[in-house]
């Protein structure tokens, strides 16, 4: 009884490292609004107080063209996938320490944090 409990809480915990791909991209727009005073997303992005946003997924850690970002993002060596993404909102610190990003953390559920990275993954790279 006992390895079915730990087999169903591994299996749950896998669903939820899944789940950024099935967040509701409406509800993920609604969150972005905390990020939206110093990001941006769209064919109209440009880079401001941080860098814009389209194309974050599978983008280079550090890299977006024109942007200043500090030297501990600039030596960061990792592609932003849904997971460090994720990581890096709840606590940028952890991820980065060092990085000049103001925000100190997502202090929202899980479910707001899917639907943001759906959303976010509606934004290609405009290269």
Same mark, same amino acid.
């Given at each position: ?11 749950? $915990? ?22 939206? $005073? ?11 107080? &941080? ?10 850690? &550090? ?6 970002? $500090? ?53 290609? $790279?405009?290269?």
């Amino acid at each position: 009884m006992k390895t079915a409990i730990v087999l169903l809480a591994a299996l749950a $915990s896998s669903v939820v490292h899944a789940a950024p791909h099935a967040g509701d991209v409406a509800a993920g727009k609604a969150a972005f609004a905390a990020c939206a $005073s110093c990001h941006k997303v769209g064919s109209s992005a440009r880079n401001g107080l &941080g860098p814009q946003l389209n194309g974050i997924i599978g983008r280079r850690a &550090g890299a977006e063209p024109g942007f200043k970002y $500090s030297p501990a993002m600039r030596s960061a060596d990792f592609v932003w996938s849904d997971q460090n993404l994720a990581a890096y909102i709840r606590r940028p610190r952890d991820v980065v320490p060092g990085t000049s990003m103001r925000f100190n953390g997502w202090g929202f559920g899980e479910q707001k944090l899917v639907d943001l990275l759906a959303y976010l993954r509606t934004f290609p $790279s405009t290269d």
